[in-house]
């Protein structure tokens, strides 16, 4: 393969593994983007008996965000402009993420290590978009027990409503 098609490889997969780089494009949101927010995302993985995951999220105005994702507990948060080629793509604008604690299904012993992205556009006073968790890309045919313990937990249709105000 030449130079060229590896360098043009490269800054592809950098721009689109923006979870790689939380603190590359760190905001200070909007004061109307700040406050305690609370919603569903709808779980797309087939391995999980779970159809939605809860989040319960305070953002800060530097940029913070701490709450719950599911039954775990969101710990150095931060939201993010999404990379700037995935914006002229038009993936949405705003990335949360952080590390999570605990698992994020109790009830099936589900744990993943960080929220690698809940991806969102602020829109008319909301934030909507989807998730997805640190895991592998394994497929679970090879054994759903096993697989469910590692493969990413994946969502869409996250719709966060502002049910408090932070001062």
Same mark, same amino acid.
């Given at each position: 393969?030449?130079?060229?098609?590896?360098?043009?490889?490269?800054?592809?997969?950098?721009?689109?593994?923006?979870?790689?780089?939380?603190?590359?494009?760190?905001?200070?949101?909007?004061?109307?983007?700040?406050?305690?927010?609370?919603?569903?995302?709808?779980?797309?993985?087939?391995?999980?008996?779970?159809?939605?995951?809860?989040?319960?999220?305070?953002?800060?105005?530097?940029?913070?965000?701490?709450?719950?994702?599911?039954?775990?507990?969101?710990?150095?948060?931060?939201?993010?402009?999404?990379?700037?080629? #995935?914006?002229?793509?038009?993936?949405?604008? !705003? &990335? *949360?993420?952080?590390?999570? %604690? =605990?698992?994020? /299904?109790?009830?099936? #012993?589900?744990?993943?290590?960080?929220?690698? !992205? &809940? *991806?969102?556009?602020?829109? %008319? =006073?909301?934030? /909507?978009?989807?998730?997805?968790?640190?895991?592998?890309?394994?497929?679970?045919?090879?054994?759903?027990?096993?697989?469910?313990?590692?493969?990413?937990?994946?969502?869409?249709?996250?719709?966060?409503?502002?049910?408090?105000?932070?001062?």
């Amino acid at each position: 393969m030449n130079q060229k098609y590896l360098l043009i490889s490269f800054v592809f997969i950098t721009q689109l593994s923006g979870s790689s780089f939380p603190n590359k494009n760190r905001i200070n949101p909007e004061p109307e983007m700040v406050g305690h927010w609370e919603g569903y995302g709808h779980e797309i993985v087939n391995w999980s008996k779970a159809d939605s995951i809860f989040f319960s999220l305070e953002i800060f105005p530097d940029g913070r965000v701490s709450g719950t994702v599911g039954d775990a507990i969101l710990k150095n948060g931060y939201i993010r402009l999404n990379l700037w080629m #995935n914006r002229k793509l038009g993936n949405p604008q !705003y &990335l *949360i993420g952080g590390d999570l %604690e =605990g698992n994020i /299904v109790e009830k099936e #012993n589900i744990y993943r290590k960080k929220l690698k !992205y &809940l *991806i969102l556009d602020f829109v %008319e =006073g909301k934030y /909507v978009g989807g998730f997805h968790t640190s895991g592998t890309f394994t497929h679970p045919w090879a054994g759903n027990d096993h697989w469910k313990k590692h493969m990413h937990m994946t969502g869409v249709d996250v719709v966060l409503l502002k049910t408090g105000f932070i001062k």
